[in-house]
């Protein structure tokens, strides 16, 4: 599903969703290029697919971005909270032993570009919660790839607010690897004028791996006329028995709910951003809870 608000409709789906070259070129302006990229054109993935490929056999850190390759092994009750900003390049790889449960969050903030890479594969029983927030107005990729294993579940929680100039790029991957295993995708978008979020939430559950309950739900408000998000919601499901629901909303705020709110005194400034924060707030982590409120003072109540 694909909404835009005061552009071109006849625009190929293709010129919304990310473009490697752009986020190359933003990179590059920090004094980095990964050899290999000059052909890169095209909206999908294989431009991504030469960087990661890069990324596996060099070790080298140019220009200032910073650029980190590593692999661990998460212990069980493991926290890992992130503060992303400045150019990165950031790629790991999280094995969960079975049994364990990991919460990873990344927040991510200033004007700077970035590509982020989460691959974890989930043991047996274990649980992965990773809940991530875009607060900064740069051009942000980030794939977070899972192989959910028997009996284990896999929740991702993110919220992007894009504001004028920012670009949000965000593709989540849960493989169901193990029966009766269980994947929750959850997300919330608020684009302001010039912003731009885009998420494709894939589900992969093969043959002969029975049981399996996949959830996700993707949804974006518009905040006026420039507003751009693009969600799209994909399931690959070779297997007979399983529970797998998907849903996808873009929309403006709705007249009736804003309307009852300042029946009851509210101004509507106000109404809106009860509302808005009352949309982002469940996939929110505490530490992301305040620059969220002054995020939605300036660019909700600011602008009502």
Request: glycine share 10%; hydrophobic share 45%; net charge negative.
């Amino acid at each position: 599903m694909v909404a835009d608000v005061g552009l071109p409709g006849q625009r190929s789906e293709g010129w919304r969703l990310s473009a490697p070259r752009r986020l190359f070129d933003a990179l590059a302006a920090f004094g980095w290029a990964a050899p290999g990229m000059d052909d890169v054109e095209g909206p999908v993935s294989p431009g991504f697919d030469a960087l990661n490929a890069w990324l596996a056999t060099s070790g080298e850190t140019p220009g200032a971005v910073a650029v980190r390759r590593r692999s661990v092994v998460a212990a069980d009750g493991a926290r890992v909270e992130r503060q992303l900003e400045g150019p990165r390049v950031d790629v790991v790889h999280i094995d969960v032993p079975a049994g364990a449960t990991v919460d990873l969050v990344d927040v991510f903030r200033g004007e700077a570009p970035a590509f982020v890479r989460v691959q974890a594969d989930i043991g047996k029983g274990a649980t992965v919660r990773w809940h991530g927030a875009g607060l900064g107005t740069g051009h942000v990729r980030v794939e977070v790839v899972a192989r959910v294993g028997e009996r284990a579940t896999f929740a991702t929680r993110w919220a992007a607010l894009a504001g004028p100039g920012a670009r949000y790029d965000v593709q989540v991957e849960a493989h169901h690897v193990g029966a009766r295993s269980v994947s929750d995708l959850l997300v919330r978008g608020v684009v302001c004028p010039r912003g731009n979020s885009t998420v494709v939430a894939s589900v992969r559950v093969p043959e002969q791996v029975p049981g399996c309950d996949a959830r996700q739900h993707l949804a974006h408000l518009l905040l006026g006329e420039g507003a751009i998000a693009a969600v799209e919601p994909r399931l690959d499901i070779q297997c007979d028995e399983v529970a797998c629901t998907h849903g996808a909303t873009v929309g403006a705020l709705d007249e009736e709910s804003r309307f009852f709110l300042r029946s009851r005194g509210l101004t509507d400034a106000a109404a809106s951003e009860l509302l808005v924060d009352g949309f982002v707030r469940e996939v929110l982590q505490p530490s992301a809870v305040d620059e969220a409120a002054a995020w939605l003072v300036k660019h909700v109540r600011g602008r009502s």
